[in-house]
């Protein structure tokens, strides 16, 4: 047998657009089948996305329109890592856009209310630094920071 775990996202009803943002901005992302409801279920229009199967970055994830029961919380988040400001900002930029919620030390939350954390491997590499002064240091310039920036954590760490 073989298995296979990948996150699965109950949306209200945005699951289709949710999936064409996260393709957008993460490489090496795409969308693999958009599945629509049949005639006769309950609630919907005939022909309204129910599913949608995607890859970010290779990893499968499936997408489910359900209604408004249930909503994300932080308990779940998308871990991001990469290796410029550029992609920094253009992942945070990107997923606060139209609506989303900037939080601190890298997190947010998109559009949808799904939490992401936008991390700069610089970040793991200052926190692990030999020199205890020095990750004590871009940790709390870290602490202080929504979008984490790169310059901001070296010229801390610098002290």
């Not at 309204?48 to 359900?66: I, Q, R, W």
Request: proline share 7%; charged share 20%.
């Amino acid at each position: 047998m073989q298995t296979r775990v990948h996150p699965f996202l109950w949306f209200d009803d945005q699951a289709a657009e949710a999936a064409d943002l996260y393709v957008s901005l993460i490489p090496k992302s795409r969308v693999l089948d958009t599945r629509t409801y049949p005639d006769g279920a309950p609630g919907v229009a005939p022909g309204t996305v129910m599913s949608v199967s995607f890859e970010l970055d290779g990893l499968p994830v499936e997408a489910l329109n359900a209604g408004p029961q249930f909503r994300f919380t932080e308990a779940f988040s998308f871990f991001v890592s990469v290796s410029t400001q550029e992609e920094v900002d253009a992942l945070w930029d990107g997923l606060v856009a139209g609506g989303g919620e900037p939080s601190r030390c890298g997190w947010l939350k998109d559009r949808f209310g799904l939490s992401w954390q936008i991390v700069p491997t610089a970040l793991g590499e200052l926190l692990q630094d030999p020199d205890p002064g020095r990750a004590q240091r871009a940790m709390q310039a870290m602490l202080g920071m929504q979008k984490i920036d790169i310059a901001a954590l070296h010229a801390a760490a610098d002290g």
